[in-house]
């Protein structure tokens, strides 16, 4: 008798799988497994994964980047806890993070695909609440944009506190200056060591929807564009090409597919136009000692100068034995025991050494607006290619308005 009932049990558990094995219910007539396999295939699994190993969200994201601010963005589990709780960082570092992977931005709600299916298999398609407004207000993008433009937007305060000179935590207060205000054009502001306007590089989205770049009052603005209506995946998920490996899963453009549409190399002219405008903007910034250029290996680079050591204390033009606090220097570590963020930002104290490059004044907020614009379009990557109308408008406002004032 016992050796009946094991039997019967044996059975009855063989036939629940069975059952199982077909699946929930899918659409009207057709069992859930097909909906399923059409993309849940050995075949075509293996050829996403491939294209996806060549994808900067799987080359350029480490666990190393737990920390509260990054892991948003540069971790499986830091994007998975921020789109489920509606907040903009996670609670904590999480020490043992993974990095970007296919349950990262997919995640099946259901299997009745009939109904809406980008909306079924997306980790997210809600509206986002952007960085730039202080997490404030959300913006809808569209479904499928929503998904990419919780990363890809512009990256506010990245750090908690600092030590002072005197060997003190204290808390970090410089905040960005985000949002920037055009009322204040005439006004004049402290550019102090410590404060950042760096829009980081992840502002693709606000390039495409045309917002957010510094708008000089007066001067009209053209939001949308000839693509604007398309979704992010119209492109960097186009069609795969084998041989230069773009599009598909890649997420890399495959510019083929957009010659094939035009006939020409359209690209190419673009990004020359707006680098040719980016570089004038550069010039003008440096003549005004507001930027300082940089050539290393042939390669030239400008980044901003600031007027005010950390404590707000003006830097003087000629120089001197004074000391200042010259830098914030960062050293955020990873504890190799408790594997969370260690917060190292500590003010150097030091006699200036870069006197010569100094303006000697406060920015005009004008000045400030166009170093603004000048990063909005250099770390967006595109050379301004998400709106090339949009860009040159920043770009070619902030160069009359330096040449004006």
């Known amino acids: 008798m016992k050796n009946l009932v094991g039997l019967c049990s044996v059975l009855f558990a063989a036939g629940f799988l069975f059952t199982a094995c077909e699946g929930p219910m899918g659409p009207a007539g057709k069992d859930a497994n097909e909906v399923c396999l059409t993309c849940h295939n050995t075949p075509n699994m293996d050829a996403k994964l491939a ?6 969200h799987f080359l350029g994201t480490t666990s190393a980047r737990n920390t509260k601010y990054c892991a948003r963005c540069h971790t499986n589990e830091g994007f998975q806890e921020t789109t489920a709780n509606g907040k903009f960082v996670v609670a904590a570092e999480i020490p043992n993070a993974t990095r970007i992977n296919c349950e990262t931005c997919h995640k099946h709600h ?4 009939t109904d809406d299916t980008v909306s079924m298999i997306l980790r997210t398609t809600n509206p986002v609440a952007l960085n730039y407004k202080n997490n404030a207000t959300s913006t809808d993008f569209g479904k499928i944009n929503n998904l990419c433009v919780t990363c890809h937007q512009i990256r506010g305060v990245t750090s908690v506190n600092y030590t002072d000179a005197a060997g003190k935590v204290q808390t970090f207060n410089q905040l960005p200056f985000f949002p920037l205000d055009n009322t204040l054009e005439n006004s004049t502001v402290k550019y102090k060591v410590g404060t950042s306007f760096s829009v980081h590089d992840g502002n693709q989205s606000n390039l495409f929807a045309g917002i957010n770049g510094y708008e000089y009052a007066g001067k009209t603005y053209t939001r949308t ?3 604007s209506a398309n979704a992010c995946t ?3 998920m186009n069609e795969y090409n084998p041989d230069t490996h773009t599009g598909g899963h890649s997420l890399l453009v495959n510019e083929d597919a957009c010659t094939a549409c035009h006939g020409e190399d359209k690209l190419t002219p673009i990004r020359t136009q707006i680098d040719a405008k980016r ?3 550069a010039e003008l910034l440096v003549s005004r000692k507001v930027f300082k250029k940089s050539i290393s290996n042939g390669v030239t680079s400008y980044s901003a100068e600031q007027t005010h050591d950390f404590y707000g204390v003006l830097f003087p033009t000629v120089q001197t034995s004074t000391v200042f606090a010259t830098a914030l220097a960062s050293a955020n570590t990873v504890g190799p025991t408790s594997g969370t963020l260690v917060y ?3 003010v150097t104290l030091a006699t200036d ?3 010569a490059n100094r303006i000697g004044r406060e920015w005009k907020y004008g000045e400030l607006g166009a170093a603004y614009n000048y990063g ?3 770390s967006e990557l595109s050379l301004g290619v998400h709106n090339h109308t949009y860009a040159l408008q920043l770009l070619q406002n902030s160069i009359d308005w330096l040449k004006a004032n």
């Open 225 to 227: 564009w000839k693509h």
């Open 279 to 281: 570089i004038e903007l």
């Open 376 to 378: 909005y379009i250099t």
């Open 234 to 236: 119209d492109c960097h």
């Open 344 to 346: 190292g930002n500590t």
């Open 51 to 56: 294209e996806y190993h060549l994808s900067k």
């Open 110 to 113: 259901a299997f009745d695909f």
């Open 353 to 355: 050494n870069d006197w």
